[in-house]
């Protein structure tokens, strides 16, 4: 019985090491071939300009993770921005496609908070219910 549980065991370490070695070479023979012409997914970083030299049209961008060094496309132009700019940047590989300036969020002004007498009466008047509240 021992000898058959080792042979058992034997075969089934033999079977994983070959099912390893042959997913290793499906995943080498799959691997996509970069080819020339082939397009990339375009990507967008919103940042600061950390380096600028508009002159070269190479720049900067430090997002929330990473950094990123770009040089400006054919139609980018680089003369509006400087160093601390906030922008919003579109890129593929190492060139960026289009530069803007980020949009601010618009300030919602502050004013006092709402006492309970006036949530209780906008929520009164906004249901289906309507009514006088209770006095």
């Given at each position: ?20 070695a042959?997913?290793q ?18 990507k967008?970083?919103?940042?600061t ?40 940047v579109?890129?593929?590989g ?42």
């Amino acid at each position: 019985m021992k000898k058959l549980f080792t042979l058992f065991l034997a075969v089934a370490f033999a079977l994983s090491l070959a099912a390893v070695a042959v997913a290793q070479e499906k995943a080498g023979a799959t691997a996509p071939a970069t080819k020339k012409g082939t397009k990339t997914k375009a990507k967008t970083i919103t940042g600061t300009v950390e380096v600028l030299d508009a002159a070269a049209g190479t720049f900067s961008v430090k997002g929330k993770r990473d950094t990123i060094s770009l040089v400006a496309g054919k139609n980018v132009k680089l003369d509006a921005f400087k160093k601390g700019d906030k922008v919003t940047v579109i890129y593929t590989g190492d060139t960026a496609s289009k530069v803007v300036a980020a949009k601010k969020a618009p300030k919602k002004e502050a004013g006092p908070p709402e006492t309970s007498r006036e949530y209780w009466e906008k929520g009164r008047n906004e249901g289906p219910w309507k009514g006088p509240g209770p006095e």
